[in-house]
């Protein structure tokens, strides 16, 4: 069992950075890959990244490739997002998921936090 909370989402302007972050429960968080996902408001969630067991590869939407950047601190059983150059088509709530890297679908998702960017 995984449990975990996402933080570092906020109010930003446009071409504002944020950076998230996700703080896993369980000595078992290194084997398991970590995602991000988004929501907007009336739309489907989507992915945006997803980080490997052990960091070294990362994957992303190509929304946001070249801006935002996934990584993991296994140590610290935390997940990062760092976010550059917002828009406000990045507006969403932001969740964070968890799943073992043979497993397409992800099994366990935080609460969320939410980004809003500005104009």
């Known amino acids: 069992q995984v449990q975990l909370v996402e933080s570092g989402g906020g109010l930003v302007q446009a071409g504002g950075s944020l950076r998230l972050s996700c703080a896993a429960s369980?000595?078992?968080?290194?084997?398991?890959?970590m995602g991000w996902f988004r929501q907007a408001p009336g739309k489907e969630r989507e992915f945006v990244a997803a980080?490997?067991?052990?960091?070294?590869?990362?994957y992303y939407a190509d929304s946001v490739k070249g801006r935002f950047t996934g990584s993991r601190d296994n140590a610290k059983n935390t997940v990062y997002l760092q976010m550059n150059s917002l828009k406000p088509e990045d507006t969403a709530v932001y969740y964070c998921?968890?799943?073992?890297?043979?497993?397409?679908?992800?099994?366990?998702w935080g609460q969320g936090t939410q980004v809003t960017v500005s104009s």
């Open positions: 998921a968890a799943k073992v890297p043979s497993r397409h679908e992800y099994d366990y």
């Open positions: 980080i490997s067991w052990r960091g070294g590869s990362t």
């Open positions: 369980g000595r078992t968080f290194s084997s398991y890959a």
